[in-house]
Every structure is written in structure tokens, then in C-alpha cells.
């Protein structure tokens, strides 16, 4: 079947992928309430279309902590992602750079960052969760800083891991090997394609203080014994101090939180609920994105992702009050079902989409898109 749009590339990567795999891509926290409500809530947000306007001419171009990127758009960060196609995140990245924007990448990524680097990744930003090893972090942060990381995105909404049942159930957590083991045999392609031939298999920004064998047999439990829970808006000046590049906050919800980071000195926020895969119930991005921007968007960088299925969406997000979005399961779905060629073709059709959509609502510029486009 031809590929058209996001939903194609997801019904591809669930018959590649093991189910543990998929379903790590495609699950969301609890009941998954917040991963619906994403999707549902932003579709539901009406646009004004405008006629008889010249929309000859299209600029999608936009400018991100001084740097001008083709889309207003990156590739957010997705954990174990080179799990889904050989050393994807290096794929994925060269993508990325091939069409002008940034990719982010995960610290619990396969490739780490000097891999990704190499690779091509071009504007190539950082996510960071901080583990209870302080004195690794300081040597990771010097990682980003020698290679000129464009900027450090600190995810802030997963002092623990999020309660996510399809995980137990597929064996991703709770010790299922021989469950996973079985998937991957009835996986032969991808077997071989990044089982056999994508190794070496591990979290490799964190490789050096790994356990020993765990390599990605106990990923959420390593997440769940390494991860430092007493982190704190006071620790923002300890990242400050190794890290003097632009520094975004990952996972705000909340207007007294946004307001937070904005007196600590973070140069932008990302409004997000970690895609449903966190507390569940929370608001969507789409209802939380307006009250946050109204508050400090004259102070920092909003971004914002959750739900982002389609060029459209990134449309609704900017009109929403967000300068850029970041697509998340998106690209993931893209990578598992087709590799490099897979995000190449992904960023080509989110593109297409976002074009038709600035000319039907009748904007030319991603500078004019605001909430004059939505219908009241």
C-alpha cells in the first residue's frame, strides 16, 4: 500500500517490529486517557479557512535559539529508537539534516552522541535526564558541549517511570526475555536487519556506568534504580553551570511551572505530558499549550509536543501559541516501517501538509500563523 500519511507508517512499523518494541512506541501510561486525549483534542481544534488570498508563495522557515531551520518542526527525542531500525537514530538524523532541522536526540538513545554527531546530524540538540551519578553527568554535559550541541532539552517529567501496562504485558518490563525472545523470532527481518547486524545493542550514552549485562534486558528497571527522583528546580543551577548553551524545560503543564523556569533563566519550555506515557489523566498539550504561551511567552521559547499526527497539527500548535513542535511518535512510526527513507518521506509529507494548510487558512509565513487562524 502507498504511504500518504502518518497512520500508514504506524501500520507498517507494527508488522515490522516485535510487539514489545511497538508496543514501547505506541503505548501510553494507565488507562493511555492523556495519549488519546492528545490526538482527539488537537483534531478538534477548528481553523478559519480564507479565500481569495495569494498563497503563491509559502515561507516555512522560522528561527530557533539563533538558528534558522527550513520547518517549524524537529524531530523530539524517542528512547531506544535505534532499536527500531539499524542504528536509528543515526537514520533518523541524517534525515533531519537533510531537510534542515534539528533532531534531539534521547540520552537513553542506542547510538550515543559523538555516533549521532558523526553521522550527520545537523542542527543536533541533546535530551537530558539526569541520573543519581553526578559526576558521569558532568562528563555527558562535556560530551554535548565538545560537539556543539545546538541545545540541551532537561526532561523534567520523569523522576520515575510512568505506569504503562502494555510494557508488562508485552515483556518490555518485568523481566519477560524469553517473552521478547519469542517475538523476535517470528520477527525474521528485523531480526537480522537490527538484531544481528545493528549491534552493539545498548544505552550508549549512559554505556560507561551501565551494570554489568544489563545492556537493554532491564531497561526500565535500570531507569527505575538510576534515575534520581530527588531532582528539584534547585539542581537547574547545577546544569547551568555545566552546560552555558541554550537549556529548554521538557515536560510543562502548568502555568506556575512555566512561570518557574522562567525565573530560573531556561531560555525555552517544552509543553509536554511525555506523550501520555507519564501521569495519565493530565491535561493534553493542545488545552495546556494557549495558557502557558499567554503567560510567558514574551519571556522564552515555547514549544510543544503530544498528538502531532500531520502537517495540520504542527499548524494548529503554532495557531495554539507554540514557535516550534516537536514530532515524536511520528518520526518513530517512519524509522520502524522504512528507515532513513522512511523519516525522509515523513518530513516530505508532514511538509506537504503543512503548506496546503497555511494556504487554505490563508497565512504565508510561519511568522503571521496565530490564534487569528482559529475559529471562534
Not at 505506569?163 to 527481518?189: E, F, K, N
Not at 547551568?240 to 531556561?266: C, F, M, S, T, Y
Request: charged share 25%; hydrophobic share 45%.
Amino acid at each position: 500500500m502507498a504511504i500518504a500519511c502518518v497512520s500508514d507508517f504506524r501500520r507498517e512499523a507494527e508488522k515490522r517490529l516485535p510487539r514489545f518494541l511497538f508496543d514501547y512506541i505506541d503505548g501510553g501510561a494507565y488507562a493511555e486517557v492523556t495519549l488519546r486525549r492528545n490526538v482527539e483534542d488537537l483534531a478538534e481544534i477548528a481553523l478559519r479557512q480564507r479565500v481569495l488570498v495569494d498563497v503563491s508563495k509559502i515561507d516555512t522557515r522560522t528561527r530557533l535559539f539563533g538558528r534558522e531551520i527550513a520547518l517549524p518542526f524537529g524531530l523530539g527525542p524517542v528512547g531506544m529508537s535505534g532499536m527500531y531500525a539499524r542504528r536509528g537514530e543515526c537514520q533518523a538524523a541524517r534525515a533531519a539534516a537533510a531537510k534542515g532541522i534539528p533532531i534531539c536526540l534521547s540520552s537513553v538513545s542506542v547510538c550515543d552522541l559523538r555516533e549521532v554527531a558523526a553521522a550527520g546530524a545537523d542542527p543536533l540538540w541533546f535530551q537530558l535526564y539526569v541520573i543519581k551519578d553526578r559526576a558521569f553527568m558532568r562528563e555527558l554535559l562535556a560530551v554535548a558541549r565538545e560537539l556543539n550541541c545546538g541545545a540541551l532539552v532537561f526532561t523534567v517529567d520523569l523522576p520515575v517511570p510512568g505506569a504503562r501496562y502494555r510494557d508488562v504485558h508485552s515483556g518490555l518490563a518485568g523481566g519477560g526475555r524469553w517473552q521478547r525472545l519469542r517475538q523476535i523470532l517470528t520477527h525474521p527481518r528485523w531480526a537480522w536487519d537490527v538484531g544481528v547486524k545493528g549491534k552493539p545493542h545498548s544505552l550508549g550514552n549512559f554505556a560507561p556506568v551501565l551494570e554489568k549485562a544489563s545492556g537493554l534486558d532491564d531497561y526500565i528497571g535500570w531507569i527505575g534504580r538510576n534515575f534520581d527522583p530527588s531532582i528539584a528546580w534547585k539542581d537547574l543551577g547545577w546544569i547551568r553551570d555545566n552546560w552555558p548553551g541554550p537549556l529548554l524545560i521538557k515536560g510543562i503543564l502548568d502555568v506556575e511551572d512555566a512561570r518557574e523556569a522562567v525565573q530560573l533563566g531556561a531560555d525555552g519550555i517544552v509543553v509536554s505530558n511525555h506523550g501520555g506515557r507519564q501521569l495519565d489523566g493530565v491535561l493534553s498539550s493542545a488545552r495546556a499549550l494557549p495558557g502557558i504561551a499567554d503567560a510567558v511567552g514574551g519571556d522564552l521559547t515555547v514549544l510543544a509536543d503530544g498528538g502531532v499526527r500531520s502537517g495540520l497539527d504542527v499548524l494548529r500548535m503554532l495557531a495554539l501559541g507554540a514557535k516550534g513542535v516537536l514530532l515524536g511518535r511520528a518520526w518513530a512510526y517512519a524509522l520502524a516501517a522504512r528507515g532513513e527513507a522512511g523519516v525522509a518521506q515523513m518530513l516530505r509529507i508532514v511538509e506537504a501538509e503543512l503548506r496546503v494548510a497555511m494556504q487554505l487558512t490563508g497565512v504565508t509565513s510561519i511568522d503571521k500563523v496565530d490564534r487569528a487562524i482559529l475559529a471562534s
